[in-house]
């Protein structure tokens, strides 16, 4: 394998992998020890690891995704490690972290869109054709960046407009379905588990 591409890759787009405070290491910047602790928590035993998104509680190796030279891994505390191997288990522009390695498009640590697209820049890049296939930006957004051209600025609602009184939920967080309260109690299991 090409492990100077998969790592040149990840340090271009791994951290877009990220949507928390959860840090993203690309060796040679893993330390030591947890990088014992991770490869021992997925059972990597004959491959090298080459970039870590650690989403466990106080870093403990136990959850997250890791990329090996072989391939990824995926462990979170509501769903069981599931393995891809780049050339033999995953087919760009076909299959996605969701569908592949259990990743929700709703979870609040990994983005799942920002994972498939950095798996199929690998797999293309190992098999020679990452310079001759279009790939989608996976970047994320700046805070402070203005709105593209057509798309109008939404205002905050003027406080001294009329308050809603028919008694309907109105945080505009419709689309509760429970994943982020499933992360927070995915966490406090973490913890409850193994309280080294």
């Known amino acids: 394998m090409d492990t100077a591409l998969i790592k040149k890759l990840l340090l271009e787009r791994l951290s877009h992998c990220s949507k928390g405070a959860f840090e993203a290491q690309v060796e040679p910047n893993i330390p030591p020890k947890h990088l014992e602790k991770v490869k021992k928590s997925f059972g990597i035993t004959d491959e090298r690891v080459l970039g870590v998104i650690d989403t466990s509680l106080f870093r403990r190796g136990k959850n997250g995704i890791v990329f090996t030279e072989k391939g990824v891994y995926f462990k979170d505390v509501l769903c069981d490690l599931k393995i891809r191997h780049y050339t033999d288990d995953w087919r760009p522009e076909e299959d996605t972290a969701f569908d592949s390695l259990g990743i ?12 498939t697209g950095l798996m199929d820049e690998i797999v293309y ?14 970047v994320k957004p700046v805070a402070d960046a203005p709105a593209p051209e057509g798309i109008a600025e939404q205002t905050p609602p003027d406080s001294t407009q009329k308050a809603d009184t028919d008694g309907e939920d109105d945080d505009d967080n419709d689309d509760d379905d429970g994943g982020g309260l499933l992360d927070l109690f995915g966490i406090v299991l973490d913890v409850a588990t193994d309280p080294e």
Do not use: E, M, R, Y
């Not at 929700?104 to 994972?115: E, Q």
């Not at 890049?125 to 996976?138: A, E, R």
């Open 125 to 138: 890049g190992l098999s020679g054709q990452l310079d001759t296939v279009p790939l989608p930006q996976t």
């Open 104 to 115: 929700k498009p709703d979870n609040a640590l990994i983005d799942t869109f920002a994972v």
